[in-house]
Antibody, heavy 121, light 108 residues
Framework: EVQLVESGGGLVQPGGSLRLSCAAS????????MHWVRQAPGKGLVWVSR????????SYADYVKGRFTISRDNAKNTMYLQMNSLRAEDTAVYYC??????????????WGQGTLVTVSS | EIVLTQSPDTLSLSPGERATLSCRAS???????LAWYQQKPGQAPRLLIY???SRATGIPDRFSGSGSGTDFTLTISRLEPEDFALYYC?????????FGQGTKVEIK
């Protein structure tokens, strides 16, 4: 059974940093692109970032570019999101997600339960 | 980026009725790489439809998707009590991946 478990969320002050983790199990992690998607309280889904299978190719939404860094450790079956210079508008539940197949062009079949990041003083 | 606009924002219907949700893209969606998700309060989204019209594993056949280019539709043929939820469309053919703002299907 595919499982994605996020951790690392919490309360942080504006300008602070946080690192999220997504622990994967039940599939061959190293063969799948992975994504982060966020959802502000009461708002819709917004794609944040993605990483390819070996971690050498990444992309970001414009509003996090230069502040967030996605990475992965295939030996640990874990993906990360390093978030720096956090702003109040980054407050959201952050989900990690995996596609339906190892193809790069797939929808998000599997999601974690999400981890809440709150940016507030 | 491709902007997806869903309509209506809210759909008020009774169990057993047919629901028709629309998703319009600001430019053509590559190869109909359009998906629909259902989300209930406090839960992660669940994939319903991909490739505009293919049902994901385990999704009941009362859910169907159609469309191409810039206009897509999710139809729920007969609403069951568990179908009252939020629905999002997503295009995954062009980076950045984008979602619509959502349509809430509520009990009338």
């Amino acid at each position: 059974e595919v499982q994605l478990v996020e951790s690392g969320g919490g309360l942080v002050q504006p300008g602070g940093s946080l690192r999220l983790s997504c622990a994967a199990s039940g599939f061959t992690f190293s063969t799948y692109w992975m994504h982060w998607v966020r959802q502000a309280p009461g708002k819709g889904l917004v794609w944040v970032s993605r990483i390819n299978t070996d971690g050498r190719s990444t992309s970001y939404a414009d509003y996090v570019k230069g502040r967030f860094t996605i990475s992965r450790d295939n030996a640990k079956n874990t993906m990360y999101l390093q978030m720096n210079s956090l702003r109040a508008e980054d407050t959201a539940v952050y989900y990690c997600a995996r596609g339906t197949s190892p193809s790069t062009t797939t929808p998000f079949q599997h999601w974690g339960q999400g981890t809440l990041v709150t940016v507030s003083s | 980026e491709i902007v997806l606009t869903q309509s209506p924002d809210t759909l008020s219907l009774s169990p057993g009725e047919r629901a028709t949700l629309s998703c319009r893209a600001s430019q053509s969606v590559t190869s109909s790489y359009l998906a629909w998700y259902q989300q209930k309060p406090g839960q992660a989204p669940r994939l319903l439809i991909y490739g505009a019209s293919s049902r994901a594993t385990g999704i009941p056949d009362r859910f169907s998707g159609s469309g191409s280019g810039t206009d897509f539709t999710l139809t729920i043929s007969r609403l069951e009590p568990e179908d009252f939820a939020l629905y999002y469309c997503q295009q995954y053919g062009t980076s950045p991946w984008t979602f619509g703002q959502g349509t809430k299907v509520e009990i009338k």
